[in-house]
T-cell receptor, first 118, second 112 residues
Framework: NAGVTQTPKFQVLKTGQSMTLQCAQDMNHNSMYWYRQDPGMGLRLIYYSASEGTTDKGEVPNGYNVSRLNKREFSLRLESAAPSQTSVYFC?????????????????FGPGTRLTVL | AQSVSQHNHHVILSEAASLELGCNYSYGGTVNLFWYVQYPGQHLQLLLKYFSGDPLVKGIKGFEAEFIKSKFSFNLRKPSVQWSDTAEYFCAVNLGPNDMRFGAGTRLTVKP
């Protein structure tokens, strides 16, 4: 099993350019997530998809769009890149299950995409 | 606002020293708690997790963490660090089905 894979690994864009980050998982998970990681701020959720066909905003969605293409794939699109979007982007997936009144959610992360916007 | 606080931004230790990294969260309900590690240039990997039961949880590579509900804390410990433990460590709290909050991270440098 490859787990969670992301492409590309690195990308440099000019302000105003667009691009799509790809993510795929082979663990048959229902939920998928996009985070950005910035120094001193940990990971912040951009968007998530609880199941195929659904997407929801996270903490920092502005400037991004997502598509849950099928159960395996969840892409993140920057329509008009800005320098503030320079970051490392991580995709994650998880299976959420309920037990004894509690919710359990363990996320598995991809290797990340380092994006620089000039 | 719900938050996760990691008190130490950068910790420098010598090999064989003991480690304790602090993590506090501000949420009164039932939570799942995690510690992730990120080695230089790599993605996040799960060190250990707490869902319920014994508040002292053991993870990989000799790490353990203790959940103290009254203090809203989930501190990470290791009795004797190695140079290979040099990495960034993230505490995370799952507040709901799709609501995982991460701390800002603690960078650990272990001197050989």
């Amino acid at each position: 099993n490859a787990g969670v894979t992301q492409t590309p690994k690195f990308q440099v864009l000019k302000t105003g350019q667009s691009m799509t980050l790809q993510c795929a998982q082979d663990m048959n998970h229902n939920s998928m997530y996009w985070y950005r990681q910035d120094p001193g701020m940990g990971l912040r959720l951009i968007y998530y998809s609880a199941s195929e066909g659904t997407t929801d905003k996270g903490e920092v969605p502005n400037g991004y769009n997502v598509s849950r293409l099928n159960k395996r794939e969840f892409s993140l699109r920057l329509e008009s890149a800005a320098p503030s979007q320079t970051s490392v982007y991580f995709c994650a997936s998880s299976e959420i299950w309920m037990g004894q009144g509690d919710t359990y959610n363990e996320q598995f992360f991809g290797p990340g995409t380092r994006l620089t916007v000039l | 606002a719900q938050s996760v606080s990691q008190h130490n931004h950068h910790v420098i230790l010598s090999e064989a020293a003991s480690l304790e990294l602090g993590c506090n969260y501000s949420y009164g309900g039932t939570v799942n708690l995690f510690w992730y590690v990120q080695y230089p240039g790599q993605h996040l990997q799960l060190l250990l997790k707490y869902f319920s039961g014994d508040p002292l949880v053991k993870g990989i590579k000799g790490f353990e963490a203790e959940f103290i509900k009254s203090k809203f804390s989930f501190n990470l410990r290791k009795p004797s660090v190695q140079w290979s433990d040099t990495a960034e460590y993230f505490c995370a709290v799952n507040l709901g089905p799709n609501d995982m909050r991460f701390g800002a991270g603690t960078r650990l440098t272990v001197k050989p």
